[in-house]
């Protein structure tokens, strides 16, 4: 039997449109084709087991989503209790009898009483329409309101969590849809409450059909005695009307419940039991109050004493469950307070090592690491981590925040392996507004700089913010400041960052795939720390090194030829350009350059020594000024045209002028011929030359 129970619930599973559909067209059949007592009985047990189980699901459904085709549901459970009282009907009419489940409720419920009988079925019909029915209806009108008016509010959110790394797309768009479907659900309860006001008013009009249809036929034209036939009807028409009543009744009490739900974290019973027995005090006060009332002498003592001595011991039973918890959490606080302790005294004693990279704050912003804060600073600074794995293929390691009584309220600071690198301002209560640079931006603010660009910026209240959302102006809440100051410290020094360790770390996440290059490579002919030194040249020039496995590939090529750092890092350029490149293309795919005068590549390339920094040109100071001041005046003529271009030398001189500018222009990329893949487009917007 039970291998035969597996077998249909396999079927119905593979099959359940199918199913779905055949159930939905046999309601018609049953409105359509006359049925014997033994079918009714049986469906009217279905009827009933349904208005069961649906009011079971929404006990147990944590929210509405879990349970969201109940409004397409109400529907169909309607029409097949609509299709049953026709059924019934129909029997009751032509046969006087409408088989044992409708017999049973009209002796057994109504107490072998149609009167009695008749002002449940009124009590219960009226319950269902104006009380449930209609407050749930109600509900779902304000809800499907407040869902839509809130919808927007909720996009942006989901939006932003999105854009600070907190959740990737997949979220995102799961939880778009989510709120849809939520909007969707009430929208569609505030309609289907309708059916079951009309399916009341339907079984009412049933009922008066099925009495008074039943006396006309049966004593005119049967010859029953009108008497008789109001005892024999009147009972068959009060046991039909609570046999569809009843399951109605329980489905409008299941919507009630699942519209009025507001924890979306609980079923019903845990969200119930744990508020209403969340207070011990309101228990043992209740018992007590019960308790006097029992001692009163018109009420009856013993229901009242049983049930107050019943809270009593509910109450405290939950009076020494809380001061367990109590206690336990005591014990927590104290051995909390003790690691903490023991981490401060061990954070006090003097070391020797330094942390790669921290960021050290004011008192006055402590708040932005509060893990409660919706801008918590570790989430935004994971964010960066995985950032920065993903733009320049380097693995950041932890970075770690400190408060520092010695700065500024507002101040913070960066620091690399214990050296200050960077320093900035931002105030938690203000909004950074970068300056538009014209006359018509009237706000009031602090003057300040934008610390990641160096871009005129204000710090300006909350009050303006509306106003300067709608002048169209770049407007930045202040950990954002924080978070882009330090990523771009980061993507400048990321080179500093790349230890021996961290080299390692990278090799690692590649060895399972592609071990045959990193075990032809490392040891035999490079070591691990040449390795790092060229990544540690490539990141210097902003070249991400994701793209490892090229990278290593280039190096076992021409690592047997030369040890020489720099050529290595050449040639792994000359295997990178396509990655180089991309980065300085105009919208039209063409690369801008600056080219650089013959007279003076001859002149760099005869006068390059070889030191301890690598290739430098030992020039004249005259002959540097010209250079440097030929730069400068081409690149800002370049920058007012809206250009970004790069400098590009020869392949001979490339490293060397890149050392003798990389002080006065660290931001200027130098790039060689090697450098371009040949379907570039280049085309020379300017020249280094004398002046």
Same mark, same amino acid.
């Given at each position: 039997?039970?291998?035969?129970?597996?077998?249909?619930?396999?079927?119905?599973?593979?099959?359940?449109?199918?199913?779905?559909?055949?159930?939905?067209?046999?309601?018609?059949?049953?409105?359509?084709?006359?049925?014997?007592?033994?079918? &009714?009985?049986?469906?009217?047990?279905?009827?009933?087991?349904?208005?069961?189980?649906?009011?079971?699901?929404?006990?147990?459904?944590?929210?509405?989503?879990?349970?969201?085709?109940?409004?397409?549901?109400?529907?169909?459970?309607?029409?097949?209790?609509?299709?049953?009282?026709?059924?019934?009907?129909?029997?009751?009419?032509?046969?006087?009898?409408?088989?044992?489940? $409708?017999?049973?409720?009209?002796?057994?419920?109504?107490?072998?009483?149609?009167?009695?009988?008749?002002? #449940?079925?009124?009590?219960?019909?009226?319950?269902?329409?104006?009380?449930?029915?209609?407050?749930?209806?109600?509900?779902?009108?304000?809800?499907?309101?407040?869902?839509?008016?809130?919808?927007?509010? =909720?996009?942006?959110?989901?939006?932003?969590?999105? @854009?600070?790394?907190?959740?990737?797309?997949?979220?995102? =768009?799961?939880?778009?849809?989510?709120?849809?479907?939520?909007?969707?659900?009430?929208?569609?309860?505030?309609?289907?409450?309708?059916?079951?006001?009309?399916?009341?008013?339907?079984?009412?009009?049933?009922? /008066?059909?099925?009495?008074?249809?039943?006396?006309?036929?049966?004593?005119?034209?049967?010859?029953?005695?009108?008497?008789?036939?109001?005892?024999?009807?009147?009972?068959?028409?009060?046991?039909?009307?609570?046999?569809?009543?009843?399951?109605?009744?329980?489905?409008?009490?299941?919507?009630?419940?699942?519209?009025?739900?507001?924890?979306?974290?609980?079923?019903?019973?845990?969200?119930? +039991?744990?508020?209403?027995?969340?207070?011990?005090?309101?228990?043992?006060?209740?018992?007590?109050?019960?308790?006097? $009332?029992?001692?009163?002498?018109?009420?009856?003592?013993?229901?009242?004493?049983?049930?107050?001595?019943?809270?009593?011991?509910?109450?405290?039973?939950?009076?020494?469950?809380?001061?367990?918890?109590?206690?336990?959490?005591?014990?927590?606080?104290?051995?909390?307070?003790?690691?903490?302790?023991?981490?401060?005294?061990?954070?006090?004693?003097?070391?020797?090592?330094?942390?790669?990279?921290?960021?050290?704050?004011?008192?006055?912003?402590?708040?932005?690491?509060?893990?409660?804060?919706?801008?918590? &600073?570790?989430?935004?600074?994971?964010?960066?981590?995985?950032?920065?794995? @993903?733009?320049?293929?380097?693995?950041? @390691?932890?970075?770690?925040?400190?408060?520092?009584?010695?700065?500024?309220?507002?101040?913070?600071? $960066? =620091?690399?392996?214990?050296?200050?690198?960077?320093?900035?301002?931002?105030?938690?209560?203000?909004?950074?507004?970068?300056?538009p640079g014209n006359q018509d931006f009237e706000v009031e603010g602090i003057p300040t700089k934008e610390p990641?660009?160096?871009?005129?910026?204000?710090?300006?209240?909350?009050?303006?913010?509306?106003?300067?959302? /709608?002048?169209?102006?770049?407007?930045?809440?202040?950990?954002?400041?924080?978070?882009?100051?330090?990523?771009? #410290?980061?993507?400048?020094?990321?080179?500093?960052?790349?230890?021996?360790?961290?080299?390692?770390?990278?090799?690692?996440?590649?060895?399972?795939?592609?071990?045959?290059?990193?075990?032809?490579?490392?040891?035999?002919?490079?070591?691990?720390?040449?390795?790092?030194?060229?990544?540690?040249? &490539?990141?210097?020039? @902003?070249?991400?090194?994701?793209?490892?496995? +090229?990278?290593?590939?280039?190096?076992a090529d021409n690592g047997p030829m030369t040890k020489d750092i720099e050529v290595l890092t050449e040639y792994?350029?000359?295997?990178?350009?396509?990655?180089?490149?991309?980065?300085?293309?105009?919208?039209?795919?063409?690369?801008? !350059?600056?080219?650089?005068?013959?007279?003076?590549?001859?002149?760099?390339?005869?006068?390059?020594?070889?030191?301890?920094?690598?290739?430098?040109?030992?020039?004249?100071?005259?002959?540097?000024?010209?250079?440097?001041?030929?730069?400068?005046?081409?690149?800002?003529?370049?920058?007012?045209?809206?250009?970004?271009? !790069?400098?590009?030398?020869?392949?001979?001189?490339?490293?060397?002028?890149?050392?003798?500018?990389?002080?006065?222009?660290?931001?200027?990329?130098?790039?060689?011929?090697?450098?371009?893949?040949?379907?570039?487009?280049?085309?020379?917007?300017?020249? !280094?030359?004398?002046?």
């Amino acid at each position: 039997m039970p291998v035969f129970l597996r077998d249909v619930m396999e079927f119905l599973n593979r099959y359940s449109e199918i199913t779905v559909a055949f159930a939905i067209v046999g309601i018609i059949g049953i409105i359509m084709i006359p049925m014997n007592t033994g079918v &009714l009985d049986f469906l009217l047990v279905i009827n009933i087991t349904l208005g069961i189980t649906i009011l079971l699901l929404t006990l147990f459904t944590r929210n509405v989503l879990e349970f969201s085709t109940f409004p397409t549901l109400l529907l169909v459970t309607t029409m097949f209790r609509l299709g049953l009282n026709i059924s019934s009907t129909r029997l009751i009419l032509s046969k006087g009898d409408a088989g044992y489940v $409708i017999n049973a409720f009209a002796n057994f419920v109504t107490g072998n009483n149609y009167i009695v009988g008749a002002v #449940i079925f009124v009590i219960i019909t009226i319950v269902q329409m104006v009380v449930v029915t209609n407050g749930s209806s109600r509900v779902s009108e304000v809800s499907a309101r407040f869902t839509l008016d809130a919808m927007p509010g =909720k996009q942006m959110a989901i939006d932003a969590d999105m @854009n600070s790394g907190l959740i990737d797309e997949e979220t995102a =768009k799961k939880r778009r849809m989510d709120l849809q479907r939520e909007a969707d659900f009430y929208g569609a309860m505030d309609g289907a409450s309708k059916f079951v006001k009309g399916d009341a008013i339907a079984g009412i009009i049933i009922t /008066l059909i099925n009495l008074l249809g039943g006396i006309l036929i049966f004593s005119l034209q049967e010859g029953m005695g009108v008497l008789e036939a109001l005892d024999k009807f009147g009972k068959l028409t009060i046991g039909d009307g609570l046999v569809s009543q009843v399951p109605a009744l329980l489905i409008s009490v299941a919507s009630g419940i699942l519209v009025t739900r507001s924890d979306g974290d609980n079923s019903f019973g845990q969200a119930v +039991t744990g508020e209403l027995f969340g207070f011990y005090k309101v228990i043992l006060v209740t018992s007590v109050v019960l308790f006097i $009332i029992g001692l009163v002498p018109a009420f009856p003592t013993l229901p009242f004493i049983i049930v107050s001595l019943l809270m009593g011991s509910v109450g405290y039973l939950l009076m020494e469950n809380e001061r367990t918890e109590l206690a336990f959490e005591t014990a927590g606080a104290e051995a909390a307070l003790e690691a903490r302790e023991e981490r401060e005294r061990a954070e006090s004693m003097p070391t020797f090592q330094v942390e790669p990279i921290a960021l050290e704050i004011g008192y006055g912003l402590i708040p932005l690491v509060d893990e409660g804060n919706d801008g918590n &600073l570790q989430v935004h600074i994971s964010a960066i981590r995985r950032q920065c794995a @993903n733009e320049m293929g380097i693995l950041i @390691n932890p970075i770690r925040i400190r408060d520092n009584l010695q700065l500024g309220s507002n101040e913070y600071v $960066i =620091k690399i392996k214990g050296n200050e690198i960077a320093r900035g301002e931002i105030y938690l209560n203000r909004y950074l507004v970068i300056d538009p640079g014209n006359q018509d931006f009237e706000v009031e603010g602090i003057p300040t700089k934008e610390p990641a660009f160096n871009l005129d910026a204000l710090w300006v209240e909350e009050r303006y913010k509306e106003i300067i959302e /709608l002048n169209g102006y770049t407007i930045v809440e202040p950990v954002i400041v924080l978070v882009t100051h330090l990523k771009e #410290i980061i993507k400048r020094n990321s080179y500093e960052l790349l230890g021996r360790q961290e080299v390692k770390e990278l090799l690692e996440t590649i060895k399972d795939k592609y071990n045959v290059v990193i075990d032809e490579l490392i040891p035999d002919i490079l070591s691990l720390g040449e390795v790092q030194k060229v990544l540690q040249n &490539l990141l210097k020039e @902003n070249v991400p090194i994701n793209d490892l496995v +090229t990278i290593l590939e280039s190096l076992a090529d021409n690592g047997p030829m030369t040890k020489d750092i720099e050529v290595l890092t050449e040639y792994t350029r000359h295997s990178l350009k396509r990655t180089i490149v991309k980065g300085y293309l105009n919208p039209q795919g063409i690369l801008p !350059v600056i080219t650089i005068d013959p007279d003076i590549e001859e002149i760099i390339s005869e006068n390059t020594k070889r030191t301890m920094s690598g290739s430098i040109p030992v020039l004249k100071p005259d002959m540097i000024t010209n250079i440097f001041d030929s730069i400068n005046n081409t690149n800002n003529r370049l920058l007012t045209q809206g250009i970004q271009a !790069v400098v590009l030398a020869s392949p001979k001189i490339r490293v060397a002028f890149r050392n003798l500018t990389v002080h006065n222009f660290p931001e200027l990329p130098i790039l060689s011929l090697n450098d371009i893949p040949n379907d570039v487009e280049i085309e020379a917007v300017g020249m !280094v030359g004398r002046i």
